[in-house]
């Protein structure tokens, strides 16, 4: 059981770690850049998933200033 | 050796060195932050695995592995981790988290002690995984390259095969030359630095593995760490106007 436990800790600190933000985030990046890219849209996904990187980032710093 | 048969070796050499350049990027900055033994202990698990899928699949592997699905799993899980490190990064710039956790390290010591004289440290197992990714996923694209260069006509294979065999040596020669001089840097600019490229690469696999189509092709990763490099900095830089603490008063170098 406890490495069941440590196994499910060490992914949860892997992915959510100091800020749920980022995981969120950075799985919402990929979704918007799916649904882009999908519909065609290879122009915009290019230039919306850096954005939505550095926006998920600036999201994370709220709150530190 | 004939001219086309040279062309073969060259373009598989070409193709593999980018990509062995990739996973050695990501080896050379695990083995920086998490350790060499961690860093070469992912890299050697990612050979066997790897090893092991070509000889089991051989040239059925490129029907046979989702590269896609593969490419997007790896992609969003670096993108996370390397955000989480270049928010720290950022953190510890600007005094708002301390440059070295002095009681973490404490109780790492002292545990560690507990178990006796002749016990190593512990592996890091982030580092670890960071390392088998990205190595397994560079090695699985080396081995498609391979195949698909091979499979244009009889006896390809083998010349492909040795492209790409020469650029794991040059690469890898490279590596064992720079990666001394990269242990003088300080802590948190490697982690910076390294926060920042993970963060460029997840956001490559990720979009090819999504179907987005990188109009620079494998440059796009140079560039997508040029941005995000220069968007941190401009964080480190607004946040510092407003430090509240000067406990750790840090810099990015």
């Known amino acids: ?65 | 050796m004939t001219a086309s048969n040279f062309f073969i070796v060259l373009a598989a050499f070409l193709a593999s060195a980018v990509e062995a350049v990739e996973a050695l990027t990501i080896v050379l900055a695990v083995g920086l932050t998490n350790g060499w033994r961690t860093s070469l202990l992912g890299v050697a698990a990612a050979s066997l695995a790897l090893a092991v899928v070509v000889i089991a699949l051989g040239p059925a592997l490129v029907q046979i592995v989702p590269i896609e699905g593969l490419q997007t799993l790896i992609g969003v899980l670096l993108l996370i981790f390397g955000l989480q490190w270049v928010r720290k990064a950022i953190l510890r710039a600007t005094g708002r988290k301390a440059l070295h956790d002095e009681a973490l390290i404490f109780a790492r010591e002292v545990e560690e002690l507990k178990r006796g004289p002749g016990v190593g440290p512990d592996l890091d197992w982030t580092g670890f995984v960071v390392s088998f990714k990205g190595v397994f996923l560079e090695g699985l694209e080396v081995a498609f390259i391979v195949l698909t260069f091979g499979a244009n006509r009889d006896g390809a294979f083998a010349l492909s095969a040795l492209g790409a065999v020469l650029a794991f040596v040059v690469v890898t020669a490279v590596g064992a030359v720079v990666h001394r001089p990269l242990t003088r840097v300080p802590e948190n600019t490697i982690k910076f630095v390294v926060g920042v490229m993970l963060v460029a690469f997840g956001t490559f696999w990720g979009g090819e593995g999504i179907g987005v189509e990188w109009t620079l092709g494998d440059w796009m990763i140079p560039l997508l760490a040029a941005i995000y490099g220069a968007v941190a900095f401009a964080f480190v830089t607004t946040l510092k106007r407003g430090t509240p603490t000067a406990t750790a008063a840090g810099s990015i170098a």
């Open chain 1, 1 to 65: 059981m406890k490495y069941i436990v440590g196994f499910g800790k060490f992914w949860y600190d892997f992915i959510v770690g100091d800020s749920a933000v980022l995981a969120i985030g950075g799985a919402a990046v990929l979704i918007v850049g799916a649904l882009l890219a999908r519909s065609g849209a290879h122009a915009a996904a290019e230039v919306a998933l850096p954005a939505l990187v550095v926006g998920t980032l600036a999201l994370s710093l709220r709150g530190t200033e």
